[in-house]
C-alpha cells in the first residue's frame, strides 16, 4: 500500500469554505448595493443596472468555472508527482 503525505487537511479544506461563502456574498451584495443606489432614479435605470448585473454574474461564473477546472488539472499532475508539468499547468 502506498502512503502518500496530505498537501491538505480537512481542517484546512474546512477553512477555505469561509472565503468562498463570502466572495459569493459580496458578489450578490454589490448587485443589490447596484440597485438600491440607482432605485431613486427610475425604473429605466434600475433594469439596465440589473441587465448589466446579470452580465457581471455570468462573467464571474465563468471565470469561476475555469479556475477550478485549472485546479483539478494542477492537483491530478501533483498527484501524480508531476510538479514540472504542474507548474507548465498553473501558468
Keep these: 500500500m502506498i502512503r502518500h503525505e496530505e498537501l491538505f487537511s480537512n481542517k484546512d479544506l474546512k477553512n477555505l469554505i469561509v472565503p468562498l461563502f463570502l466572495e459569493q456574498l459580496?458578489?450578490?451584495?454589490?448587485?443589490?448595493a447596484d440597485v438600491f443606489v440607482i432605485g431613486f432614479v427610475g425604473e429605466a435605470a434600475v433594469s439596465?443596472?440589473?441587465?448589466?448585473?446579470?452580465?457581471?454574474?455570468?462573467?464571474?461564473?465563468?471565470?469561476?468555472?475555469?479556475?477550478?477546472?485549472?485546479?483539478?488539472?494542477?492537483?491530478?499532475?501533483i498527484g501524480k508527482q508531476e510538479t514540472g508539468r504542474a507548474g507548465q499547468a498553473a501558468t
Design 26 to 32: 459580496l458578489v450578490a451584495l454589490v448587485g443589490i
Design 48 to 77: 439596465g443596472v440589473l441587465l448589466v448585473n446579470s452580465f457581471n454574474t455570468i462573467f464571474i461564473y465563468l471565470f469561476t468555472a475555469l479556475s477550478s477546472g485549472g485546479a483539478v488539472v494542477i492537483s491530478q499532475y
